[in-house]
Each structure stands twice: as structure tokens, then as C-alpha cells.
């Protein structure tokens, strides 16, 4: 298998900590990284666009030439295959709590991260049009909905119950996909902090 791949995005960076927290390679499940250079546009060339017209990674590319988009279609994917260790839950009822937190990670966090980091960054000057009040709102949307979060973690070790989740993945790496833009850990985050050095702890966590 293929997974087309970019060091910095949140999006593949997703699938990369999946894959490591499934130890694939290690059980001879061999998935090689295809980087695509987004900040020279790469996903707007015409070979990446034969990929994926989308224009977007990650894109897992099977061995019989079937292309899957999206992390979180590409890690149920593997995880079909794979089942241990379960990372989207192991009854009907874990896996409707990290399918629910997963949900509401993707819309009511990374998508307001992923609009800051567009309408506030200069990486994003002359490759769309910023609108800097729009990009301010959006964080403090998700200041707002991070202080949430570390309510939830109050009463749980981690972002979907008891055990480690892709939902945890889908935080972890939208909290650091945030830095760019000043969505940081606040002081008063006691719960989140403690849960954030807890996953940046594990291995996964570097992939």
C-alpha cells in the first residue's frame, strides 16, 4: 500500500498515529509514505490530481490500485483489517461515544482551526483570500470549545471514555495544528494538560 502524505498537515498526520498505534509495520504490514509538498503545491499538480482530483491528502493507495480519501475512512479501513488493538471502540456503546466526539472534533474544533490558521496565517497570503475578522472569530471559537473539552476530561482519562481512541488521535493532533494560529493550552487547563502530555508521551505520538 501507498499513503500519500505530508509532514505538517493534521489530516495524514492522523493516519500516521493510527498506523503506529496499530503497530502495522512491526506486523509486517508494509504502507509506503508517498510525500506530497504542499507548500510547493503539489496536491494542485496534475499527477497528485490523477490521485486525488480533491487536491487533498491523505490518500491511501491499495495494492490493487483502489485509492481511499479521508482519514477517517482510511483508519476504519485499517482498522477493519486490523481489529487490535481497537481504537473506535469494542461495544456498540464505546463506539458510538468516540464516533460522537470524533464528530464533534472535526465540526465544532478542527474545522474553526483549520479556518484561523487560513484567514490569519502567512502561509495562506496570495494562496486564498484572509479575511482576518472571520480567521479571529474562528479562534476563539475554538479557545472556547477547548475549555469545554477540558471539563469532559475532569471525569475521564481520556477524550472518549476510559481508553485510548482515534477520537484522542483526532485531538491530539488538531491541538497541535492549532499552535500556528496561538490556540494554545491555557494555565487554568489543568485537565487537558494532563491528558495532552499523556498522549504526546506515547510513541504514536511522533509519527
Not at 489530516?11 to 510547493?40: H, N, Q, W, Y
Not at 490523477?50 to 493507495?61: F, K, S, T
Not at 482498522?79 to 458510538?96: D, I, K, N, W
Not at 461515544?97 to 484567514?119: K, N
Amino acid at each position: 500500500m501507498k499513503l500519500y502524505d505530508n509532514d505538517f498537515a493534521p489530516s495524514p498526520r492522523r493516519v500516521r498515529m493510527f498506523i503506529a498505534e496499530k503497530g502495522l509495520e512491526a506486523r509486517g504490514v508494509r504502507i509506503t509514505r508517498v510525500p506530497i509538498d504542499i507548500a510547493a503545491n503539489e496536491t494542485q499538480s496534475s499527477a497528485f490530481l490523477e490521485v486525488n482530483p480533491l487536491g487533498e491528502v491523505p490518500v491511501l493507495e491499495l495494492d490493487d490500485g483502489t485509492r481511499l480519501q479521508e482519514s477517517l475512512a482510511i483508519c476504519r479501513y485499517l482498522e477493519s483489517l486490523h481489529p487490535e488493538p481497537c481504537l473506535f471502540g469494542a461495544t456498540p456503546l464505546a463506539r458510538a461515544r468516540i464516533e460522537a466526539m470524533t464528530l464533534s472534533l472535526m465540526f465544532r474544533v478542527y474545522q474553526p482551526t483549520t479556518h484561523a490558521f487560513r484567514h490569519t496565517h502567512r502561509f495562506w497570503q496570495g494562496r486564498v483570500t484572509q479575511i482576518p475578522e472571520y480567521g479571529a472569530l474562528a479562534r476563539e471559537q475554538v479557545l472556547t470549545e477547548w475549555q469545554r473539552i477540558d471539563g469532559l476530561l475532569a471525569g475521564r482519562p481520556f477524550i472518549a471514555g476510559d481508553s485510548f481512541s482515534f477520537a484522542d488521535i483526532v485531538a491530539f493532533t488538531t491541538l497541535e495544528f492549532g499552535k500556528p494560529s496561538g490556540i494554545r493550552l491555557q494555565p487554568t487547563q489543568q485537565h487537558l494538560s494532563r491528558w495532552y502530555a499523556a498522549i504526546a508521551a506515547r510513541p504514536s505520538s511522533k509519527a
